[in-house]
């Protein structure tokens, strides 16, 4: 691990201008960043300590919606009774996400950006071939062990699959994300790998997640969040579904749907088509097989990771049934 200097920044600004500095990194909860610093992965010569700035922990949820600062840890935003009631998606996806000890440490900006676990970026000693890590260098998973791969975004650049929980849920409930003054819709945050997958999100140099905000909808006070995985505890996705959904007065008509999908996508992957598929339409279990089928339009697999195609639409059917028998 590289030696780095050590800040411990007073103000908000001060963290702006320091995290402007080149090779610079922030440090909240500090769950991803140690761990990539560990294995040389992330190499800042200047750490920028944020994790006790006050203003940024704050939880506010009204009619309008909630306000989650970036600090807040991801235990307590999980736990908050106006989040569970309003936002049970969200609420669900941290409580199935790491293990109580990280969930106790790590904050809600960190968790948005934390890293894809494919095994060739997280070990440059073993594996030089990284797009992500080392631009041009090639990408050793394309034809490499990729069962926890992406099948749907990615590209012969990078098939790596983003993987938190959080976000999806963020993204099915058009939450934004607020760099201090701008303020980006999650769905615009996390960019596809394109030629530059090194570049994973909006952030501009400077900026840093101040809070994120999701609006109050009768979609998301009757949401849920569903994570399949390969063991029932403290893994991540194999493949994972949130949905919002508002039901008309008889209990059956779908008057407005949200779906988005993790585990399976190189982003936090939003289902516009199974939305329309079913916005309007009864609550059947044969429409609902039919429009999850398009969850995974596009989708393009590398072998091991072909079961995902299989997958993705099961927990997106699953998904939406639960919470239509929930109703
Ligand atoms: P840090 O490690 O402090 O920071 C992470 C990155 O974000 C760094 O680059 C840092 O510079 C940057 N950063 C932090 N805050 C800000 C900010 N406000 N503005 C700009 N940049 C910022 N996650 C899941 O979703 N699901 C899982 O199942 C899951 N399982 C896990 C299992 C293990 C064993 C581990 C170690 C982690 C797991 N995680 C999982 C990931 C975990 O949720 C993240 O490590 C955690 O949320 C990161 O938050 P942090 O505050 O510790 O971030
Ligand atoms: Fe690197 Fe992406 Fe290829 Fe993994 S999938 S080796 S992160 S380029």
Same mark, same amino acid.
């Given at each position: 691990? =590289?030696?780095?200097?050590?800040?411990? +920044?007073?103000?908000?600004?001060?963290? !702006?201008?320091?995290?402007?500095?080149?090779?610079?990194?922030?440090?909240?909860?500090? *769950?991803?960043?140690?761990?990539?610093?560990?294995?040389?992965?992330?190499?800042?010569?200047?750490?920028?300590?944020?994790?006790?700035?006050?203003?940024?922990? +704050?939880?506010?949820?009204? +009619?309008?919606?909630?306000? $989650? &600062?970036?600090?807040?840890?991801?235990?307590?935003?999980?736990?908050?009774?106006?989040?569970?009631?309003?936002?049970?998606?969200?609420?669900?996806?941290?409580?199935?996400?790491?293990?109580?000890? !990280?969930?106790?440490?790590?904050?809600?900006?960190?968790?948005?950006? /934390?890293?894809? %676990?494919?095994?060739?970026?997280?070990?440059?000693?073993?594996?030089?071939?990284?797009?992500?890590?080392?631009?041009?260098? &090639?990408?050793?998973?394309?034809?490499?062990?990729? %069962?926890?791969?992406?099948?749907?975004?990615?590209?012969? +650049?990078?098939?790596?699959?983003?993987?938190?929980?959080?976000?999806?849920?963020? *993204?099915?409930?058009?939450?934004?994300?607020?760099?201090?003054?701008? /303020?980006?819709?999650?769905?615009?945050?996390?960019?596809?790998?394109?030629? *530059?997958?090194?570049?994973?999100?909006?952030? =501009?140099?400077?900026?840093?997640?101040?809070?994120?905000? $999701?609006?109050?909808?009768?979609?998301?006070?009757?949401?849920?969040?569903? @994570?399949? %995985?390969?063991? /029932?505890?403290?893994?991540?996705?194999?493949?994972?579904?949130?949905? &919002?959904?508002?039901?008309?007065?008889?209990?059956? *008509?779908?008057?407005?749907?949200?779906?988005? !999908?993790?585990?399976?996508?190189?982003?936090?992957?939003?289902?516009?088509?199974?939305?329309?598929?079913? =916005?309007?339409?009864?609550?059947?279990?044969?429409?609902? @097989?039919?429009?999850? %089928?398009?969850? !995974?339009? &596009?989708?393009?697999?590398?072998?091991?990771?072909?079961?995902?195609?299989?997958?993705?639409?099961?927990?997106?059917? =699953?998904?939406?049934?639960?919470?239509?028998?929930?109703?």
């Amino acid at each position: 691990m =590289r030696d780095f200097s050590y800040l411990r +920044a007073t103000s908000v600004e001060e963290a !702006i201008s320091a995290a402007a500095m080149p090779a610079t990194m922030l440090l909240a909860g500090g *769950t991803t960043l140690l761990d990539l610093a560990k294995c040389g992965v992330a190499e800042p010569e200047r750490v920028v300590d944020i994790s006790h700035l006050e203003g940024l922990d +704050a939880i506010h949820v009204d +009619a309008k919606g909630a306000t $989650i &600062g970036a600090l807040a840890r991801m235990s307590r935003v999980a736990s908050d009774e106006a989040i569970k009631a309003h936002f049970p998606a969200v609420s669900e996806a941290l409580w199935q996400a790491a293990s109580a000890q !990280i969930r106790n440490m790590a904050t809600i900006g960190g968790n948005l950006l /934390q890293r894809t %676990r494919c095994a060739y970026f997280r070990d440059p000693v073993t594996f030089p071939n990284c797009n992500k890590r080392n631009p041009g260098s &090639g990408c050793a998973a394309v034809t490499g062990v990729n %069962r926890n791969h992406s099948v749907l975004g990615g590209n012969s +650049a990078c098939i790596a699959t983003y993987p938190g929980d959080l976000a999806v849920a963020l *993204t099915a409930l058009d939450a934004v994300v607020h760099l201090g003054d701008r /303020q980006v819709p999650i769905d615009d945050f996390f960019l596809l790998p394109g030629s *530059t997958p090194d570049k994973e999100h909006a952030m =501009r140099p400077g900026e840093i997640i101040t809070a994120i905000s $999701i609006p109050a909808s009768p979609v998301a006070r009757h949401s849920t969040f569903l @994570k399949v %995985r390969d063991r /029932q505890s403290y893994e991540f996705a194999a493949a994972s579904a949130a949905v &919002g959904m508002d039901l008309a007065a008889d209990g059956r *008509t779908i008057r407005d749907i949200r779906v988005a !999908i993790g585990g399976v996508a190189t982003k936090p992957w939003r289902l516009r088509a199974v939305e329309d598929a079913l =916005r309007g339409k009864a609550l059947e279990p044969d429409t609902v @097989k039919q429009a999850s %089928r398009l969850a !995974i339009e &596009g989708a393009v697999d590398h072998g091991a990771n072909h079961y995902k195609i299989e997958l993705a639409p099961r927990v997106v059917e =699953r998904a939406i049934l639960k919470l239509g028998a929930a109703a």
